[in-house]
């Protein structure tokens, strides 16, 4: 982030005085916290504080501030620093320009008389979205914490690059810990009925934020609970007739009902959305139309198996071919090479 222009704004609330810390305006407030844009005035930056709202969770709070400080990836939101005032306790974390995806799909709602889609993304965009927050959320889980708040407003988009990072590990729990609060619309069914949660459970939020960037709408929205425990992942082609069918698939391997009839990693739901991008773009791709370079491997280090076909994945270095090969076969968890 570059230096700032001139002095901020002092604003009247809150009153608390954070040493090292000018505090610009409010960003927004749940029953938790509070979030301001701030400057660092030794850097001369704009960060975020983030204002611990109610004492009886501090001690989740100190947790967030351990467990974020594990996670050391360019899509997640790093902290810089954390501390107590006043009785309240704070983070400060770097601020990203722009806005979280929640607001992003809002923006294209409210363009509805200037647009044939309304509220959704193209194909092309979720998919670098997708597969940037399932890079974050895949480094999450290598070291044993599930985010398990995974929705719009905690995937944030820098206006200038169109960066993603994920953010909010502040109900980031490990794996062996009991389970808790939960984001309704976006809840996997085992944590609706307060079993045990795993990766799979994020798993589960992205498909539904997949679902959301397409179609303008949550899955299972304004439907209740029971909805997510009983019925049929819904259809992006329903709204979308344009895409591809295998999209379908994807997103209703992902929210299956059971964790381990979903997809075994985040990595492995942005793996398939790119490869249907791919084929959006460039065409079907089939394995004699590899380079030869890659063509020649042998076996892939990845395939997936779906009903629609099959997903080869080869790499060589640092490139890859994503391959989709057609037929019908059964939907199964993924192979990877030995």
């Known amino acids: 982030m570059g230096a700032t222009d001139g002095p901020f704004p002092i604003p009247r609330e809150p009153s608390y005085q954070f040493p090292g810390y000018r505090l ?46 594990r996670l050391d990836h360019p899509n997640i939101v790093p902290v810089y620093a954390s501390g107590e005032i006043g009785g309240r306790l704070y983070l400060v974390l770097r601020h990203v320009p722009g806005g979280d995806l929640g607001a992003l799909l809002r923006t294209r709602a409210s363009q509805q008389s200037r647009s044939a889609r309304p509220g959704r993304l193209d194909l092309h965009q979720t998919t670098g979205i997708i597969g940037q927050a399932a890079a974050a959320l895949d480094a999450a889980h290598r070291v044993g914490m599930v985010h398990r708040g995974v929705k719009p407003g905690n995937i944030l988009v820098d206006a200038h690059s169109g960066h993603v990072y994920l953010a909010d590990f502040g109900i980031a729990r490990a794996e062996s810990a009991e389970p808790g609060r939960f984001p309704g619309d976006y809840a996997a069914p085992e944590q609706v009925i307060g079993g045990p949660v795993d990766r799979r459970a994020d798993v589960y939020a992205l498909g539904a934020v997949l679902y959301e960037c397409l179609t303008g709408s949550k899955p299972y929205g304004g439907k209740g609970l029971t909805a997510v425990l009983w019925s049929p992942p819904p259809r992006v082609t329903d709204h979308c007739p344009e895409l591809d069918p295998r999209i379908d698939t994807i997103v209703a391997t992902a929210l299956a009902k059971r964790p381990e009839d979903r997809f075994a990693t985040c990595g492995e739901v942005a793996t398939a959305v790119a490869a249907l991008n791919g084929v959006a773009r460039h065409g079907h791709a089939t394995r004699r139309h590899l380079p030869a370079s890659l063509g020649t491997r042998g076996a892939p280090d990845a395939t997936a198996n779906t009903a629609a076909g099959r997903l080869l994945c080869f790499t060589q270095g640092s490139a890859s071919s994503l391959v989709w090969i057609d037929g019908a076969g059964p939907l199964g968890p993924p192979e990877r090479k030995r």
Not at 35 to 56: F, N, Q
Request: proline share 2%.
């Open 24 to 69: 610009v305006r409010q960003i927004s407030e749940t029953t938790m916290s509070s979030v301001y844009l701030a400057e660092d005035i030794d850097l001369r930056r704009h960060v975020v504080l983030k204002l611990l709202s109610r004492r009886p969770a501090a001690e989740r709070f100190k947790r967030e501030v351990v467990m974020a400080a």
